[in-house]
């Protein structure tokens, strides 16, 4: 085997163990009066590191990057809007209750204390009719569609990795006045 299969098999295995968020995203956009409402689940991210981290009591986090994109034929997709939702979750041994908060782009939501695991998984993981977009920006009978990129902190990686892939998923729809 020479030196560069050797090498190219290396960052192979390092990108596969890398890996932060470890599932796909569902995703469901909506359209419904002048917005664009995005509903999203993150399939298997509350990994067994995760509960671990929030069990420590090290404040946890997933950033969720929404982008609001439309094809372009034979060239790069183009961004119209990007959202960051936020889901943080701290464990306090003392209470034994668990801290939760979300933000939509630096904005706090109501936040939330639960005791219970699931509760914190769902508060993590699950995003119904999150109203991030206006339709201002959309044309009307074209296809659009919305991508959602999941990252963790802390990273959960034994290794910096810059190209890191995280979890991801899309979904399109056809914007009709």
Known sequence: MNSSVKVLAVVALIAALSGEAG??????????????????????????????????????????EVALRRSVPGWFDETLAVATVSATARYDNLTRLHQLSRTIDGRGEEPLVSEHQEAVRA????????????????????????????????RFGWFFWPWDRGASGHATFTFIL
Do not use: C, H, K
């Open 23 to 64: 599932g796909a995203i569902q995703v469901a956009p909506l359209v419904r009066d002048g917005r664009v409402l995005v509903s999203f689940r993150l399939d298997n991210g509350f990994t067994d590191e995760v509960r671990e981290s929030i069990r420590s009591g090290l404040e946890t986090t997933i950033s969720y």
């Open 123 to 154: 508060w993590m993981t699950e995003f119904d009719r999150l109203s991030l977009f206006s339709t201002a920006v959309l044309e009307p009978n074209r296809e659009y569609y919305v991508r959602v990129r999941a990252r963790t902190r802390p």
